[in-house]
């Protein structure tokens, strides 16, 4: 980024003089004669009149396409949720399967949450891919980044893999995901407050997490990693991250390979009412 000022300083200085040289040579004028015709109130914005050679370069360049120029959704070329998804995802069990089902994750209560922040740039827009190139990331559990078109339909999936949930966190949806062999009863638990906080969320197991963190909410910019379930933390995480990706989209999405259970309305479409207080309080009997 710092280069790219420079760049356009350094050519918009050669233009300059490229076009007085020229201007010299074709009309042999001086410069108080060009001052008196192009009144120095004449700035580039309000100038109206020939330039030499060319009109100089804009003083502020035109944004790049948003989403490097691929819209959301479905597209026959680009990405129809349907074809090459092996490109994300081999379907291989191994992203999903505890190879230890007898050593499940023990939740350790003297372990404390941590909620990571990255701060993502306001202008930033994230570039969608075609299913003809691969994306990778550097963290395994990123929480921005490039992404596929189309995303993932809401609710609870077998595997999804992060270049279609990206986009969810994108649109200001919750992703939960969790290590294959941690403790099923807070699986549930975390699965059940998720559920009942709000309509806008994917959950999914990911091989990434560790097994002293194998708990995780991922939205637009934000990681809480848990090694057992507080449902206080996990509200207010929610309560204060929910909806807030960048994109104020509720509409849901169209990519639903191995999706278990489709998420339902909690408040409405849009989730007005985040994590209701009367669902929260339901989930008392659980715990
Ligand atoms: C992938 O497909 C898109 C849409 O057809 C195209 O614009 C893009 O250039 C292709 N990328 C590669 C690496 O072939
Ligand atoms: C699928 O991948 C192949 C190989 O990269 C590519 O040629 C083709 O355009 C892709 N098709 C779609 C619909 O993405």
Not at 207 to 215: A, N, V, Y
Request: proline content about 11%.
């Amino acid at each position: 980024m710092i280069g790219v000022p420079s760049v356009v300083v350094f050519s918009l200085v050669i233009n300059v003089v490229v076009a007085t040289r020229s201007y010299y040579k074709t009309n042999s004028m001086s410069l108080s004669e060009l001052l008196n015709r192009n009144p120095p109130s004449s700035t580039p914005e309000t100038w109206t009149g020939k330039y030499f050679p060319t009109p100089p370069p804009s003083h502020t360049p035109a944004p790049p396409p948003l989403h490097g120029g691929v819209p959301m959704g479905l597209n026959p070329n680009c990405d129809d949720a349907k074809t090459n998804l092996t490109v994300d995802w081999n379907s291989s069990p191994i992203v999903y399967t505890c190879f230890f089902p007898n050593k499940r994750i023990i939740p350790d209560f003297d372990i404390k949450p941590i909620l990571e922040i990255e701060p993502v740039p306001k202008l930033y827009s994230a570039v969608h891919y075609c299913m003809n190139e691969t994306i990778v990331y550097q963290n395994p559990i990123p929480t921005f980044g490039p992404h596929r078109p189309a995303w993932p339909r809401y609710g609870e999936y077998k595997y999804v893999p992060v270049q279609r949930w990206l986009h969810s966190l994108e649109h200001g949806g919750i992703v939960m995901l969790y290590h294959p062999c941690a403790h099923p009863l807070e699986v549930a638990r975390l699965r059940r407050i998720v559920k009942s906080c709000l309509f806008r969320h994917v959950i999914s197991p990911s091989p990434h997490l560790s097994t002293e963190m194998p708990l995780a909410l991922v939205t637009w910019g934000k990681r809480l990693t848990m090694s057992t379930v507080n449902v206080d933390v996990v509200r207010e995480f929610i309560l204060q991250n929910a909806l807030q990706g960048p994109e104020k989209i509720s509409r849901d999405g169209q990519y639903d390979a191995e999706l278990l259970k489709a998420a339902e309305i909690v408040s409405d479409t849009e989730d007005t009412d985040l994590c209701p207080e009367e669902r929260i309080k339901a989930l008392s009997l659980y715990w």
